[in-house]
């Protein structure tokens, strides 16, 4: 998608995925730029999650879903290049956490109730890093400050519940950055915070980008953030991709009709507070289309 | 801290009035020791005989007074004497504890453990043809009742099998020169089929119970937290999973100790166990008054310690109770 670009980070090619009869994303192709942050942005329900999550290689776990064609490539921190999809459970998880990580929509629910803050991050490093405790605990204070938690050090002792949703969110995010991955993905990470907190969220988020070079697919239905924070655009509706391109050519000139009416309904940031699920603009598009 | 103060004061209260209730229960029911003890007597000197006997046990006080002097006794750690036995109370008692505090126990251990283990792997394939089943083990399991299990064990392992001893605390042939760990060892022995019976009827439901927690467990975000950072099932599921899927379980488990302890007086009786249990039956067919009301209180104390136990392992287990407090 980036003009004359050298190999992608992340290319998904001709994905399919089935639960059951319905097919949540149907012959999905779109890469991911190397250093860049990629808006992936859509309705409710039209798979987003579900991408993210067959990257992850969760997809799969705990539920019935299918991957019926397609892979995923992927270039790693040593240069070589695999597909997720073929990749043993071994490897896929040497990959989670460490090369790729998640931060999800729930700041609030996403970490375990009954470990502390820095057990929780300090798992991670050690998972990956075979950190002694001591040197993980250094870093994991070292992550709090970068992603600037007040009173780090006591933050580190706190269980989840003594933490305001954006401080739970900063967890998360350094959590997801302590092993220094190559590629960021953040489901809605600001839909459940307020406004406030949802831009400075962002800001944190792209100012880390900058730091560590990691690149970022975030995903959002908000096209305010897509258009703060966004060097690319990929937009899904009804599990398909409907256009992919850079973010200032796809504002300038959408080409699908439905890109349209996503811009034509830019929300500004925070419109969605209060709200637990976006408004679909079905009945413009079926016009549109007509 | 101090929630904890609280409660340990508040089941101080709990005890004596369960004291209070239980006296004025067995004093309001018909008949007492002297009709068991004067049972044989007839004929003319019959009435002053009681007579004696009442004053001399002091049950001819009016009802206050013999309270009073009850709930002083047993605060100083007197239960009284006990004709039938012709001892203090508390000699017959004392031995009686530990048989069934141990019974109780590891039933109870037995049930938890293999109850969670059985119920978390059917968690994980909820449609399994294993999964399903439980739900049927689980009725079977809670509509026997504990003294059929009881003698079903003991025919099959005791009888026909003749695996396991069915009777009592200890070989009465092991010699008195018998090592501790000899010993302990045949009491082991002893102790799995009365544990087993008893345990059982916990069982299926503690599996019912870790199935559904686990499952709800299982499903939520920061399981997919635990996923997502890389963590391998094993720990997913034992460090991430399971300690939060037993908070719902403790706190069953304080509720239900009493049940635990009603199910042991049946299982005593089948299995000739030395403990509390059979003593309290003995204790109503002889209407030993004090023997069934030291009894009774011992009990009571137990399942309000266990609820107060049940609460310091809760907040051990989960810290949003243990900060939330102040
Ligand atoms: N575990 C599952 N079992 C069955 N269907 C699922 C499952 N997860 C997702 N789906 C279906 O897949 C479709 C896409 O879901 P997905 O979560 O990817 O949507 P989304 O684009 O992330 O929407 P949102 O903006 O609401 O998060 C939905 O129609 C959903 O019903
Ligand atoms: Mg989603």
Redesign the interface.
């Known amino acids: 998608m980036g003009i004359g670009s050298t190999q992608p980070l992340l290319s998904i090619r001709n994905l399919t995925v089935r639960f059951g009869t319905f097919t949540a994303l149907d012959n999905l192709s779109f890469n991911l730029d190397s250093g860049k942050t990629t808006a992936v942005v859509g309705e409710s329900g039209s798979g987003k999650s579900v991408t993210a999550l067959s990257v992850?290689g969760?997809v799969t776990?705990?539920t019935r879903a299918e991957i019926d064609a397609g892979e995923i490539l992927f270039e790693r921190k040593d240069g070589s290049t695999i597909d997720l999809l073929q990749c043993t459970e071994r490897e896929m998880?040497?990959?989670?956490?460490?090369e790729i990580?998640?931060i999800?929509q729930?700041p609030l629910?996403?970490?375990?109730?009954?470990y502390?803050t820095g057990d929780q991050v300090m798992?991670?490093i050690q998972?990956?890093q075979g950190l002694t405790r001591r040197s993980a605990k250094d870093k994991a204070l070292e992550m709090f400050e970068m992603v600037r938690i007040p009173r780090a050090e006591k933050v580190l002792t706190d269980?989840p519940?003594?933490l305001s949703g954006g401080m739970r969110q900063r967890v998360?995010i350094a959590?997801a950055l302590s092993c220094d991955p190559k590629l960021l993905i953040a489901d809605e990470p600001t839909t459940a915070l307020d406004v406030t907190i949802q831009a400075q969220m962002l800001g944190l988020m792209k100012e880390l980008q900058d730091q560590t070079g990691a690149s970022v697919m975030l995903i959002t239905h908000d096209m305010g953030v897509v258009a703060e924070v966004a060097d690319d655009i990929v937009v899904m509706r009804r599990s398909k991709v409907v256009e992919t391109g850079n973010v200032y050519d796809i504002f300038e000139k959408p080409e699908a009709n439905y890109t349209r009416a996503l811009l034509a309904s830019i929300p500004r940031l925070g419109s969605m507070t209060g709200k637990s699920e976006p408004e679909l603009f079905d009945l413009v598009l079926e016009a549109n289309e007509r | 801290m101090k929630a904890i103060a609280v409660k340990i004061f508040e089941s101080f209260l709990l005890i004596l009035a369960v004291i209070v209730f239980n006296f004025v229960l067995i004093y309001l029911a018909p008949g007492d020791v002297v009709d068991a003890l004067s049972g044989g007597a007839f004929g003319d000197g019959r009435e002053e005989i009681n007579q004696l006997i009442r004053e001399q046990m002091g049950l001819d006080q009016p009802f206050h007074v013999q309270l009073i002097t009850y709930i002083g006794n047993v605060l100083t750690g007197d239960f009284g004497f006990s004709p039938i036995g012709n001892r203090p109370v508390i000699e017959m008692i004392a031995p009686r504890i530990f048989p069934t505090l141990l019974l109780a126990l590891c039933a109870l251990a037995f049930a938890v453990i293999i109850g969670v283990t059985i119920g978390s792997i059917a968690a994980r394939r909820p449609t399994s043809f294993f999964s399903g089943g439980l739900t049927v083990f689980a009725l079977i399991g809670f509509a026997m009742p504990v003294f059929w299990t009881g003698i079903l064990l003991v025919l099959v392992f005791g009888v026909w099998l003749d695996w396991l001893p069915v009777s009592g605390m200890n070989n009465l042939r092991l010699s008195s020169s018998a090592g501790f760990v000899e010993r302990a060892l045949d009491t082991a022995r002893h102790l799995v089929l009365p544990t087993i019976s008893l345990g059982v009827i916990f069982l299926a439901s503690y599996a019912r119970l870790s199935r559904a927690s686990m499952l709800e467990v299982?499903?939520?975000?920061?399981i997919?937290?635990?996923?997502?950072?890389?963590?391998?099932e094993g720990p997913v599921m034992i460090k991430?999973a399971l300690?939060?899927a037993v908070i719902p379980i403790i706190t069953v488990l304080g509720m239900e100790f009493g049940v635990l302890l009603s199910g042991a007086i049946l299982v005593e009786t089948v299995f000739n166990w030395p403990g509390l249990g059979r003593l309290a039956f003995e204790a109503v067919l002889t209407r030993d008054t004090n023997v069934l009301l030291a009894i009774l209180t011992m009990v009571s104390a137990t399942v309000i310690l266990a609820n107060l136990v049940t609460d310091i392992a809760y907040r051990l287990?989960?810290?949003?109770i243990r900060?939330?407090d102040v």
């Open positions: 992850m969760l776990l705990g998880r040497s990959i989670r956490g460490n990580s998640m999800f729930e629910t996403s970490l375990n109730p009954v502390t798992e991670s998972l990956h269980y519940h003594q998360m959590m | 299982l499903q939520s975000d920061y997919r937290t635990a996923r997502a950072k890389g963590l391998s991430h300690r939060n287990v989960d810290p949003r900060i939330g």
